[in-house]
């Protein structure tokens, strides 16, 4: 019996709770996958999952062999690399968030690619919470301050904000010049998909942040609606600067109250805080960061 491959199988599943989930991720048949899973609960002389009809879930001793396997795994692979002199390869997933991912990440993504063929690079898109156990990611590329204590990560960038409406609007209602005239303004305020919440509107007032309330009607939970809500001259809003940066070249957009801005936006690539960094999503987390750096 291979008793790598056994780890990678327990590991899988455990994650995944399913094994048909689990065989589509390691590319195998669901019968073999099955059948190495028996052999190595026969070898090791205990029983690691209970499956039902609907759910596989672990047993108290595949709780406590777990987090052994993950670490046994991970310092085998890095053993590998280290002594044999090849590159990273293998699966690596990912969830990026949309216009961070447009416009800093996927052009520059033929690099990585390049740099570390061996790599299968699978992609996905949101702005919301993902279980990244769960849902089989490996890293999350996320903005805001980090409140999940499940996840570590590090710091790529600390992106620009601004406050900004439509030349448009600004003709309507006038430009701010003081925060006290945003009681005579109104805003498209935008919704966490994780609360339901308004963000509330940052400025930073001699070295202090300061929230203020903008009325408004209209509401949004998505990045591109925000930004296409304030160009059709709906409201202000604050958001990075680069995702601005295009419109107010244009004469669509006009940044406004530059004495007080927003604090600044901090971006970060997450992963699960129970497992240590694979090779696989080191070298990506490493290279985010060069993207970053070189767009500043």
């Excluded at 094994?19 to 390691?26: I, P, S, Y």
């Excluded at 009681?183 to 300061?210: I, Q, W």
Aim: aromatic letters at 8%; hydrophobic letters at 40%; charged letters at 25%.
């Amino acid at each position: 019996m291979d008793q790598v491959k056994a780890m990678r199988v327990f590991v899988r599943i455990y994650e995944r709770s399913s094994f048909t989930l689990a065989a589509e991720d390691l590319n195998m048949p669901r019968a073999t996958l099955t059948h190495t899973l028996n052999q190595f609960e026969a070898w090791l002389g205990v029983r690691l999952l209970e499956r039902s009809t609907r759910k596989v879930r672990p047993t108290l001793d595949g709780e406590a062999y777990y987090p052994r396997c993950v670490q046994l795994l991970a310092e085998l692979e890095e053993a590998e690399l280290a002594f044999r002199g090849v590159a990273p390869k293998g699966k690596l997933r990912v969830d990026l968030h949309g216009t961070q991912a447009r416009y800093f990440v996927i052009p520059a993504l033929p690099q990585f690619m390049a740099r570390y063929p061996e790599i299968e690079l699978f992609i996905s898109e949101a702005d919301r919470f993902v279980d990244l156990i769960a849902e089989g990611v490996d890293c999350v590329l996320r903005s805001g301050t980090l409140a999940d204590s499940s996840l570590i990560g590090r710091r790529v960038a600390n992106l620009r904000q601004i406050t900004c409406a439509s030349p448009g609007y600004l003709r309507q209602y006038g430009e701010p010049k003081s925060l006290d005239d945003l009681k005579h303004h109104r805003a498209v305020n935008y919704v966490s998909r994780t609360t339901a919440k308004l963000y509330p509107f940052e400025f930073m007032v001699d070295g202090e942040l300061k929230e203020v309330p903008i009325g408004g009607t209209l509401s949004v939970s998505g990045a591109e609606i925000y930004a296409a809500s304030a160009i059709a001259g709906l409201g202000l809003i604050q958001c990075p600067h680069y995702r601005m940066e295009e419109p107010i070249r244009q004469g669509l957009m006009q940044e406004v109250l530059t004495a007080t801005p927003p604090p600044s936006m901090p971006v970060s690539v997450l992963y699960p805080h129970n497992r240590l960094m694979s090779p696989r999503v080191r070298v990506f987390v490493d290279w985010v960061a060069e993207v970053f750096a070189q767009a500043r």
